[in-house]
């Protein structure tokens, strides 16, 4: 099917190139010439596993093309918007600047009995207004949301959990759905559930989704506050709670949070845009959830403060981790990032590595001290904090080899991803989050 992509971000660029995996015939439009052109090259502009291959897949088939111009996006049938909704600069509410430009930058293009299928994460009521602005053109809007991982954008975009298609319910509404299934045709056959929705309850899905995991995770963490105060173990607490099927282990990771471009931004969309309903107190608790997660990247400064004795000033602290989580360069309020920062801002000095989110953090935190090398950010080291769990460290890291490279044996595992035993045992002062 001919189909346009537009937005070529995180979401935009994965979408492009795995339609194009699949036999589609796309066409992803970025309004960044510079990100069109490498990704024209099969270059992917940012870390994700899988998508440089599919990229240069998707060239060298000829089913996969990029461009800054708009009216390439004429002649499709589905017109996917993968545009970015980032938090308004000084508010809470989801920012839709891109979401309408794109709209009108796409209107003279229209046809009628084209598709357009919303990806991004925007405010409940958003599809039914762009319905109205395009409704004159003949094209029919559908929610589509998207809940891929990154660092597993490519398998989740190929292989989802489930699909979530928001339609009118009239005779439109219904072709549209059936354009989309269409698209997905080889999961839905492979067995991935099909939900059919109105268009508010397709967009609920995605926010609902996002607070649930935030409140997860937040939860944990605030188990973890109690923990320390009561000299328990959140870890050992968490794998006691994962065994009840209700409950489930996933996503009750005690550490410094959650960030990243989605759970964050979102959480707070949610509730600003329950607000205007009239129903902010509703989700009133997803002020606590962000409370909790923020406390979190406070409480891993602390530790390592306390163990070296009250004060960081002068004192070399190795950071492993800059990006929100491994398997992705994204630093967007990137806990690791903001724990290093921190310690920074109170005279310490420290040294950033990571495997993948070098660049990105060197370049929005220029006060940081930098290190490619992991082995290079422990030397000398006072202290090291762990904040992404990387395999590099979780996995590949042996308390004797760092031993030998650091000043001070002191470690403080802000993601609970090491072996505390283990790195006791190799002379280490080992504190987790919320751990004995
Ligand atoms: C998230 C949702 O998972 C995805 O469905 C949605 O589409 C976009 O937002 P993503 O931001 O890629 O995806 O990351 P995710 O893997 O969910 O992790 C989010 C943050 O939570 C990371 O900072 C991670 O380190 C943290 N986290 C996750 C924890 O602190 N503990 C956990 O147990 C799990």
């Known amino acids: 099917m001919r189909m346009s992509v537009i937005g070529c971000g995180y979401l935009g660029a994965v979408h492009a190139a795995a339609m194009a995996s699949i036999g589609h015939d796309v066409v992803g439009i970025d309004v960044d010439e510079r990100k069109v052109a490498a990704l024209d090259a099969a270059t992917a502009p940012f870390f994700e596993p899988q998508l440089s291959e599919l990229l240069a897949e998707g060239r060298s088939s000829g089913r996969l093309r990029f ?3 708009m009216a390439d996006a004429a002649g499709a049938k589905v017109h996917f918007l993968a545009v970015g909704t980032p938090q308004t600069p000084g508010g809470h509410a989801a920012d839709l600047r891109y979401v309408d430009a794109a709209i009108d930058g796409l209107l003279p293009h229209l046809r009628a009995g084209d598709v357009i299928a919303g990806k991004s994460t925007v405010p409940v009521g958003t599809a039914a207004r762009l319905a109205a602005r395009v409704g004159g053109s003949g094209a029919t809007v559908v929610w589509n949301p998207e809940f891929l991982r990154e660092g597993w954008a490519v398998h989740d975009t190929l292989a989802p959990d489930r699909l979530v298609v928001g ?3 009239d005779a439109a509404g219904a072709r549209a759905v059936d354009v989309l299934r269409e698209v997905y045709i080889a999961a839905v056959e492979a067995g991935t559930p099909f939900l059919v929705t109105d268009l508010a309850t397709a967009e609920l899905v995605k926010g609902a989704a996002n607070a649930f995991l ?3 995770i937040s939860f944990i963490n605030a188990m973890a506050e109690i923990a320390e105060a009561s000299g328990a173990d959140v870890a050992l607490l968490a794998d006691a709670l994962g065994h009840d099927s209700r409950i489930g282990r996933r996503y009750l990771g005690a550490g410094i949070g959650f960030g990243g471009g989605c759970l964050p931004k979102d959480i707070r969309a949610f509730a600003a845009r329950a607000e205007e309903l009239g129903r902010g107190e ?5 002020h606590e959830v962000d409370a909790i997660n923020l406390r979190r990247r406070e409480r891993a400064v602390r530790l390592v403060v306390d163990a070296l004795g009250g004060l960081v000033f002068g004192r ?3 950071v492993l981790g800059a990006a929100f989580k491994p398997f992705s ?3 967007r309020d990137s806990p690791a990032l903001d724990v290093a920062v921190r310690l920074r801002g109170l005279g310490a000095d420290v040294v950033v ?5 070098l660049d990105n953090a060197a370049a929005a ?6 290190a490619r090398d992991r082995d290079d950010a422990l030397r000398e080291a006072d202290a090291i904090v762990i904040v992404t769990e990387w395999d590099e460290y979780r996995r590949d890291l042996s308390p004797a080899h760092a031993g030998g490279l650091v000043r001070g044996r002191i470690v403080i595992d802000g993601r609970n991803c090491l072996d505390a035993a283990a790195w006791r045992a190799a002379g280490w002062q080992y504190h987790g989050m919320g751990r004995r």
Do not use: C, M, N, W
């Open 167 to 169: 339609a009118e319910t």
């Open 316 to 318: 070399r602290i190795a």
């Open 214 to 216: 935030a409140t997860k």
């Open 353 to 357: 590595t990571d495997p993948a989110a």
């Open 282 to 286: 509703a989700v009133g608790f997803l």
């Open 365 to 370: 935190h220029p006060q940081l001290g930098y």
């Open 329 to 331: 360069d994204d630093i």
């Open 67 to 69: 461009s800054s111009r």
